[in-house]
């Protein structure tokens, strides 16, 4: 069943999680490169003990194992009282097809702690919206040990308790309008399209304001679009108040074609409403990991995103 929420529901927060606290990895969708793991591994048990099944490196396809037991693994990772965080192994494809359990799961269900992701993990990210936790789009634990110091420190101050530092220098493709708050919801583009039409459609227009983050890896300029336009005609982004783009990697098209960046301006301009891109998070070099659920404050005219309350109490 889908979470009973209003919009005068506060959206809860974690406790700050603290270096010796446990830590779950778990993989929700695609199967996980060992060795990319073992190096994300790496960096994250050099802060925290990690907990992981027997059946963390299961493929079958293109997924992690089969539907039972990406599903199971996820359950125990967010129901085990030694666990006080979540970290997501890669991301891929599969999530969405936990969807019809997931909705059947009670409040009780989803603890509130840190889960940490991006990609397909947007799923879960919606999933937690849509029942009022603030979670992480970050890293997944095979990006991790590629990422800079800076970044990686990012991630770590987050989770602990700081106020993340605003993004500025950010480029604007909308009008320059003044800033706008709202709440910071979104991830790929490409998984948001296809919650259309699904209970999780929700997250984004019954959590009153919202500054749409979005990003993506290797989709054509068209594709782009087609993915906009369905946001769009179903009416899920009719509560956004502004737009942050991360990363577009590999999304060129046809020399003749419009570029993703000049897709996303020109489709998402009937809002009426700030778009800022060059956010340094997403499937390229960098993914600075922010909180979704949190209070944001978007400033066009300065090319700034600032982060109003921290994701962990």
């Not at 965080?85 to 891929?92: D, S």
């Not at 090319?303 to 109003?308: I, M, P, Q, T, W």
Request: glycine residues 10%; proline residues 8%; neutral net charge.
């Amino acid at each position: 069943m889908a979470a009973k929420t209003s919009l005068a529901d506060p959206f809860r927060k974690p406790s700050p999680l603290r270096r010796g606290d446990r830590v779950a990895v778990i993989a929700p969708s695609g199967p996980v490169p060992s060795e990319r793991l073992s190096v994300g591994l790496a960096v994250l048990s050099a802060r925290h003990p990690v907990l992981q099944s027997d059946g963390l490196l299961s493929k079958r396809g293109f997924l992690a194992g089969d539907d039972g037991r990406r599903l199971a693994e996820l359950r125990w990772a967010l129901s085990d009282p030694q666990v006080q965080a979540v970290f997501c192994a890669r991301g891929g494809h599969g999530a969405l097809r936990l969807l019809p359990s997931l909705l059947n799961m009670e409040p009780s269900e989803l603890p509130i702690r840190p889960l940490v992701g991006f990609s397909d993990v947007t799923v879960l990210h919606a999933l937690c919206a849509l029942h009022r936790r603030v979670t992480i789009h970050g890293p997944v634990v095979t990006q991790l040990g590629e990422l800079s110091e800076s970044d990686q420190s990012s991630l770590w101050s987050l989770l602990e308790g700081e106020l993340p530092s605003p993004m500025t220098e950010l480029m604007s493709i909308g009008p320059p309008l003044p800033p706008v708050r709202g709440r910071l919801l979104g991830g790929n583009l490409e998984v948001l399209s296809r919650l259309c039409g699904t209970a999780l459609q929700a997250a984004l227009t019954q959590s009153g304001p919202v500054v749409l983050l979005i990003e993506e890896v290797t989709e054509a300029p068209y594709r782009i679009d087609r993915a906009l336009t369905q946001l769009l005609v179903s009416g899920a982004l009719r509560c956004v108040v502004a737009v942050v783009v991360g990363d577009l990697v590999r999304c060129e098209g046809p020399a003749e074609h419009p570029t993703a960046l000049a897709v996303i301006a020109e489709r998402l301009s009937g809002l009426g409403v700030p778009i800022v891109a060059g956010l340094p998070l997403g499937h390229g070099a960098r993914n600075r990991a922010v909180p979704l659920g949190v209070e944001v404050e978007v400033c066009a005219r300065r090319g700034a995103l600032s982060f109003v309350e921290a994701c962990v109490t």
